[in-house]
Nanobody, 114 residues
Framework: QVRLVESGGGLVQPGGSLRLSCAAS????????VDWYRQTPGKQRELVAR???????NLAGSVTGRFTISRDSAKNTMSLQMNSLKSDDTAVYYC????????WGQGTQVTVSS
């Protein structure tokens, strides 16, 4: 059973930066495809960024040029560097690892506000 724990969320002003991390236990994260999703109240969970097992990355159009997804195999973690944050980025961010099964973290709140 893979367990995912997100960290790094918080309150930041518009234009600021945050770095989210997802730590995995019970499995090797680099063997999975991994994503960051986000969700705001009343809306469906939205795919933000993805890194495939082969290292290929994909970003949602709304975050391209501002967010970067990366993976650290040695630490068994995955990160989301978020720059030039906007109020629209406010959401709970979830780490998701998948292959034949799907695993989710508990989420971390990101609030972008002045």
């Amino acid at each position: 059973q893979v367990r995912l724990v997100e960290s790094g969320g918080g309150l930041v002003q518009p234009g600021g930066s945050l770095r989210l991390s997802c730590a995995a236990s019970g499995g090797i994260l680099s063997l999975f495809n991994v994503d960051w999703y986000r969700q705001t109240p009343g809306k469906q969970r939205e795919l933000v960024a993805r890194i495939m097992r082969d290292g290929t990355t994909n970003l949602a159009g709304s975050v391209t040029g501002r967010f970067t997804i990366s993976r650290d195999s040695a630490k068994n973690t995955m990160s989301l560097q978020m720059n030039s944050l906007k109020s629209d980025d406010t959401a709970v961010y979830y780490c998701h690892a998948w292959l034949l099964q799907h695993y989710w973290g508990q989420g971390t709140q990101v609030t972008v506000s002045s």
